[in-house]
């Protein structure tokens, strides 16, 4: 038996939306070609290419470890680095799969303010050592939104990507939510990629309400030379690809992706707005995406727990709460009132 009653611990936590769950089922009546070469396959890369009005490679892979680190290996060489901000979830939640897949890349990492590198970082690491015996930066790698909840501007994407040209660096996105990035910033996903200056983007279809699948966009055709490849040998390539990129292709036409990044967004601002000013309690970052980081007492911490609610607590010792396309209203609001009364009792 699925659990019924909704934790807000991950937005991995969510089922299929309807739009994708409708294009896997209409992508399975009868047979069609395998490796990717069906109309379905097709159709999301032509809604890809509108979407981000460019005639951009993509390429379809079961998960996020494996967008980032199959795009990372293809921008960089065995002895080179990648600089990345120091909770990327390429350094702490990849199990080293970009060094495995590159051969051994390095990965470079920069301390940063709530997971933002910047362009000063980024020249440290690159203009620092030029020596034979350092592994030569390469590539830089961003999280939009970051693990924590925050948005990189467009000025400062672009100023980041400004950075890499003047270094001979490419800029890679890991856009695990990228779609609650695009809300977010209410811009359109071309003005925050490749028109920003991003070369390859990690597009996360998971998060936002797929069962299975992210893609893999290279902006700039000549870096995707023999990334099918790369799939390939990496365990990859989906025989049945239909089935990952049929639901690509609805939520892109229907604009479905975009709804529910939005209802996870309004879902994480409601939560905080129910939370704010609750005595002891200290939202940790600025709710600018679909993820609140709460700061509490560990007898509330505790509290919550023996009331049932699940959640992580893995970034500076805080609780972490994630809203998906799903995201129930009731059910916020009973978490809210949980924490309110866990809150009021533990002030005295
Ligand atoms: C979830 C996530 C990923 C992808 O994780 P997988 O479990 O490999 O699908 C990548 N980057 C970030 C920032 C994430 O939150």
């Keep these: 038996m699925v659990e019924t009653l909704q934790q807000f611990a991950s937005d991995n936590y969510a089922g299929i939306c309807p739009e994708a769950l409708r294009a896997m089922e209409d992508a399975n009546r009868g047979s069609a070609q395998a490796y990717g070469d069906d109309p379905w396959t097709q159709r999301a890369a032509e809604a890809f290419r509108a979407a981000f009005q460019a005639d951009c490679e993509l ?9 980032n680190s199959l795009a990372l290996a293809s921008l960089c060489q065995s002895y080179e680095s990648i600089i990345a901000a120091d909770i990327a979830h390429v350094e702490t939640d990849e199990c080293g799969a970009p060094e495995f897949f590159s051969n051994g890349a390095k990965i470079l990492v920069a301390r940063t303010e709530n997971g933002k590198l910047t362009p000063a970082a980024i020249r440290g690491f690159a203009l620092g050592r030029t020596d034979i015996h350092f592994p030569r930066p390469r590539a830089v790698t961003i999280t939009q939104p970051t693990e924590t909840g925050q948005v990189y501007s467009l000025e400062e994407i672009r100023a980041i990507a400004a950075a890499c040209r003047e270094l001979g660096l490419k800029l890679h996105m890991d856009g695990a939510r990228f779609a609650n ?38 902006f700039d055709r000549g870096l995707a030379e023999g990334f099918d490849y790369r799939c390939k040998q990496a365990g990859q390539l989906a025989s049945k690809m239909r089935f990952l990129s049929a639901p690509w292709a609805v939520m892109l036409e229907t604009g479905a992706w975009l709804a529910h990044a939005a209802h996870a967004n309004r879902s994480a601002r409601h939560f905080a707005g129910q939370v704010a000013g609750l005595p002891g309690i200290e939202i940790l970052f600025p709710v600018e995406a679909n993820a609140v980081f709460l700061k509490m007492p560990a007898e509330v911490t505790a509290g919550l727990r023996a009331r049932g609610w699940s959640f992580y607590t893995f970034i500076g010792d805080s609780a972490r709460f994630m809203f998906a396309w799903d995201a129930d209203r009731g059910r916020i609001d009973t978490l809210a009132a949980d924490l309110r009364a866990l809150a009021q009792d533990a002030a005295g």
């Design 181 to 218: 990035a695009v809300d977010s910033l209410g811009c359109t996903p071309a003005e925050m990629t490749w028109r920003a200056g991003v070369d390859v983007l990690s597009f996360g279809g998971t998060k936002n309400g797929m069962a299975v699948g992210e893609a893999v966009i290279f």
């Design 59 to 67: 390429f379809f892979v079961f998960n996020g470890t494996a967008a």
